[in-house]
């Protein structure tokens, strides 16, 4: 089973936003994988560790939640942005992944969560003015007049995993000068995952931060490409 941790990491000097692999930093990482009637997210313990793992390498300070609903989630992310200190962090990174709709992601109680409710906690703080902020969605991103289930469902999945090899990219939306969004897929589709292997995009982030962030020439849009 999948244990909530705080896991502290060694701090390293503060870097500039450009230059990845000194980055020293706070992050929040929510994995909901429990959904009950069969709907559980079957690949996410391998994500878990995986983008745990990165997180661990890149020198942050990583702060896991598990399993949350709505009310949960936005006090997790209230409480993250009062843990953010600008003498020790330099950037703070939220990984969040759930099954989702468009602009909106699933709490374990199978109700909605507003994504910009959410986000907004984090752009808005006046203590992360200026500080990078960083956003890797998991989650599908169906449009409301989809009236296919909320869960990728088995018929689904070769067709899923063919648009996202066509792909070939992450889908990195600037927003503002110190926010990026990371998102697995384009809106108006699912976001396959494989319950061995785990999701392709957290796969392809994992591979290509961990081999690339150590370049002199690192940075997001470099790496985000690469993906």
């Known amino acids: 089973n999948i244990q909530e941790t705080n896991n502290s990491i060694q701090l390293t000097e503060t870097a500039d936003f450009h230059n990845i692999k000194k980055r020293?930093?706070?992050?929040?990482?929510?994995?909901?994988?429990?959904?009950?009637?069969?709907?559980?997210?079957t690949g996410a313990y391998v994500d878990f560790v995986n983008i745990h793992t990165l997180l661990n390498k890149?020198?942050?300070?990583?702060?896991?939640?598990?399993?949350?609903n709505g009310d949960e989630l936005r006090h997790d992310f209230r409480e993250f942005v009062g843990l953010f200190n600008r003498d020790f962090h330099d950037s703070c990174i939220i990984v969040i992944m759930a099954y989702g709709k468009s602009g909106c992601f699933v709490g374990v109680d199978n109700?909605?969560?507003?994504?910009?409710?959410?986000?907004?906690?984090?752009t808005e703080c006046e203590t992360l003015d200026n500080i990078p902020k960083i956003f890797f969605i998991q989650a599908c991103r169906i449009s409301e007049n989809n009236h296919s289930s909320n869960f990728v469902v088995r018929e689904q999945l070769q067709r899923i995993h063919e648009l996202e090899k066509e792909a070939k990219q992450?889908?990195?939306?600037?927003?503002?000068?110190?926010?990026?969004?990371?998102?697995?897929?384009?809106?108006?589709?699912?976001?396959?995952?494989?319950?061995?292997?785990?999701?392709?995009?957290?796969?392809?982030?994992?591979?290509?931060?961990l081999k690339n962030a150590y370049s002199p020439n690192a940075d997001l849009e470099t790496l985000s490409g690469m993906v």
Not at 26 to 37: P, R, T
Not at 58 to 68: D, F, G, M, P
Not at 176 to 202: A, C, Q
């Open 170 to 209: 992450s889908f990195c939306v600037p927003s503002g000068n110190d926010t990026f969004l990371f998102y697995s897929i384009t809106p108006g589709y699912f976001s396959w995952e494989n319950r061995v292997r785990g999701s392709w995009f957290i796969q392809a982030i994992c591979e290509v931060f």
């Open 58 to 68: 890149l020198n942050y300070h990583v702060h896991c939640k598990l399993n949350r």
């Open 24 to 41: 020293s930093g706070l992050a929040l990482l929510v994995n909901n994988y429990i959904y009950g009637n069969n709907n559980d997210r």
């Open 111 to 122: 109700k909605l969560i507003e994504q910009d409710r959410l986000f907004n906690i984090i």
